[in-house]
């Protein structure tokens, strides 16, 4: 039984490009959340999906970032015109309900 | 408002006790975390505690909740090598069906021979 897996695990971009970045759930998982961790911060909540829905987005910035989960296959966290203080390792997690929550080993992203 | 806080390092030798501790400001969590974050990877849920709980040992470690001074604790027994690593406090309170968590900036453990 595969984890969480995220794709890319490490992702470089100059300034004004777009990053995308996947999160597969466990098998069975149907929520999905995104986090994110500043360089020699703690993990920041982003934003909380289900399936085609957006529950919870109260942490992500109003500007430039989306994501989805889509019927079919991963959740993706968009990026636009990404500058250098989006710089950060974004950890997807998922869960069953609304019981123990399961990281991802996270996407890093640099941007130039 | 949510607001967890760590103290930021941590050194002690091989085979003594580590207390990493963390406090809390949100009254109505339900449910405090430690999780393990080793160098380059994800986060590793090593334990939790429900918040009408005061203690809850798990092999070499033991969580420690004073609900009125909103204060968790973690102690590693016989610390080894390979428990360095930064390790997370968080809370959440589950509203509906969410469970989104409140982390500390964390507390990095180096363990010296």
Redesign the interface.
Known sequence: NAGVMQNPRHLVRRRGQEARLRCSPMKGHSHVYWYRQLPEEGLKFMVYLQKENIIDESGMPKERFSAEFPKEGPSILRIQQVVRGDSAAYFCASSQNTGELFFGEGSRLTVL | GED?EQSLFLSVREGDSSVINCTYTDSSSTYLYW?KQEPG?????LT?IFSNMDMKQDQRLTVLLNKKDKHLSLRIADTQTGDSAIY?C?ESV?EG??????????TRLQVTL
């Open positions: 967890v999780y990877a994800g986060l590793q849920l939790y997370f968080a589950h069906t969410a469970s989104k968590l409140t982390f500390g900036t964390g």
